[in-house]
């Protein structure tokens, strides 16, 4: 007798997950913040101040481009206005610069320091907290002057829960305004979101990097406060400001748990940030240096930052100019590898070859087209393949026409890239800022022609200043001061270009003595800006 049949069904089995995870770029840099300069040390102080200082800059420029109705602003800043306002700071801080100072004669002297318990924050104390903020601004404010606040201030946060390792560690609160072009609800959404940011994919010179510095800054803030990020914002054309506390999510969103809610406040417009972290004790020769060196090549703003001690380091306008808008650089051909030829394929709207070829890249004429399609299509015939012509389109490209014709369109010749994209601070500018600023005996800024290196423009200015209030240095990095898109550079010393080039001067033949590295010594400034829209 045969077996019986199985009528059982069987259930179809799912299909295994895998191993590989996939996560989100917030929940990566969440942990690992240190990657941008927020690790734990004094540096930490300096990359709060180089992220919204930079950022607080280029909302100055967005709004001075923007605008129809610029200010008339005089060659440089009433003395008396600079005065009134910085007593007016001092007044307003009376008793927190107080407390500051005591803490740091404290400090110095080792005894145990303690502060007073700070206020709970909820979103009416914090817009009262920023009207006060604003009070002493008052005559900047009136005459719409392109200012930027920052403030670094020791409190103390009893409901704050330590880490056996952070034990001595402080909680900083930091605060920055600008009055610059200031935020839409709708950007304000994205504000502190990994890589949104207001500046193009499309290349051209700009500070910084796209869309890492605010967001690694919330995530520090978060990571070892715990505290929410308070933000007003106010567009240049709108008519009330907007203000929120939120936090930033792994998942790359934010949790509002204040706000947003829109109310008039007596600022034309800009943007106020405030949030906590925790580092250890702050120290002069950090922070402070990077926003004097900062107002020098941005010397058509006004800096101001206030250090934990009440310390307030005034920095004003210079020169009644901005910077021209920079235009957006296309590829130059010259500079262009493989894997982008093949993504700028991938993504091109253009239909054809000839378009895509002559819209995608600077230099690249007509009849430059035709000889890379020519030669490309020389290739594939050796290969008993089709020819290609000026009307192959674009997404009917096998992976081997691509290549060959990247080997064609490499191999030609191009004239070199336009130098319009470049914007240099310009020697006038630069030495009437050195001037204003150190009063030295001798100053002199040459600003050279741009030029460009396989397919990149870029330019190179140096001023050098000596004696007058100029003292001299300790440090070479004290002598030699680098700036690339007028943003400082603090590190890398030893790998960069402008270093090892100020080291192989003979300084000698003009009788200035230097350091063990090469770099001069005494009573002399050497300042450096490398600018273009591919440096940084």
Not at 168 to 189: I, N, S
Request: aromatic content about 10%.
């Amino acid at each position: 007798m045969s077996p019986e049949k199985n009528t059982e069904t069987r259930k179809p089995t799912a299909a295994p997950s895998g191993d590989i995870k996939q996560g989100t770029i917030a929940k990566f840099m969440r942990k690992r913040t240190q990657l941008v300069g927020f690790e734990t040390g004094l540096n930490k102080h300096t990359q709060y101040a180089i992220e919204f200082l930079d950022n607080a800059i280029d909302a100055l420029e967005s709004w001075w481009w923007k605008t129809k109705s610029r200010p008339r602003l005089r060659d440089r800043l009433d003395p008396e206005i600079l005065e009134q306002v910085k007593k007016k700071i001092e007044e307003e801080q009376f008793d927190s610069i107080a407390l500051s100072k005591k803490l740091e004669r404290d400090v110095r002297a080792g005894k145990q320091v303690e502060l007073p318990p700070r206020k709970k924050d909820t979103i009416d104390e914090s817009i009262t907290e920023f009207r006060k903020f604003l009070m002493p601004l008052r005559p900047l404010l009136s005459k719409r002057e392109p200012i930027v606040v920052m403030q670094l201030t020791e409190v103390q946060m009893p409901d704050l829960i330590p880490i056996d390792d952070e034990e001595g560690f402080k909680v900083y609160e930091f605060t920055c305004f600008d009055t610059g072009v200031g935020m839409v609800p709708a950007d304000l959404e994205k504000f502190g979101i990994y890589l949104a940011s207001s500046k193009s994919e499309k290349l051209r010179q700009t500070r910084g990097s796209q869309g890492f510095g605010a967001p690694s800054a919330f995530s520090d803030a978060q990571n070892t406060t715990g505290k929410p990020i308070f933000t007003v914002s106010k567009r240049y054309d709108a008519d009330v400001a907007t203000a929120s506390f939120f936090y930033t999510t792994t998942s790359n969103t934010k949790d509002y748990t204040g706000g947003p809610i829109n109310l008039e406040l007596p600022f034309n417009h800009g943007t106020y940030i405030r949030l906590h972290y925790l580092n250890i004790q702050y120290r002069r020769g950090y922070a402070d240096i990077y926003s004097e060196m900062a107002s020098l090549l941005n010397a058509h703003a006004t800096i101001i930052f206030i250090d934990p001690y009440g310390t307030v380091n005034f920095y004003p306008r210079r020169v009644d100019v901005f910077p021209d808008e920079p235009k957006y650089a296309q590829p130059h051909p010259s500079s262009i590898r493989i894997g982008e030829f093949q993504d700028l394929l991938r993504e091109t709207h253009e239909p054809d070859l000839k378009s895509f070829l002559t819209k995608a890249f600077v230099r690249l004429s007509d009849n430059k087209a035709r000889t890379i399609v020519n030669e490309a299509s020389k290739d594939l015939r050796r290969r008993h393949l089709d020819a290609l012509s000026l009307k192959t389109p674009t997404d009917s490209l096998s992976k081997i026409e691509v290549e060959l014709l990247y080997r064609a369109f490499s191999n030609e010749e191009y004239i070199a890239p336009p130098t319009d994209t470049v914007v240099t601070v310009g020697e006038e500018v630069f030495e009437q800022t050195i001037k204003l600023a150190y009063k030295p005996d001798f100053t002199s800024a040459v600003t050279r022609k741009p030029t460009s290196g396989k397919g990149l423009s870029f330019a190179v200015e140096v001023c050098i200043a000596y004696g007058g209030e100029i003292k001299p240095a300790t440090s070479a990095p004290m002598v030699l001061w680098r700036f690339v898109n007028r943003v400082p550079k603090l590190r890398d010393n030893s790998d960069c270009a402008t270093w090892k080039a100020t080291t192989l001067v003979n300084w000698k033949n003009y009788k200035v003595q230097t350091f063990d590295n090469g770099i001069p010594r005494g009573p002399i400034m050497v300042f450096i800006h490398v600018c273009g829209a591919y440096v940084h």
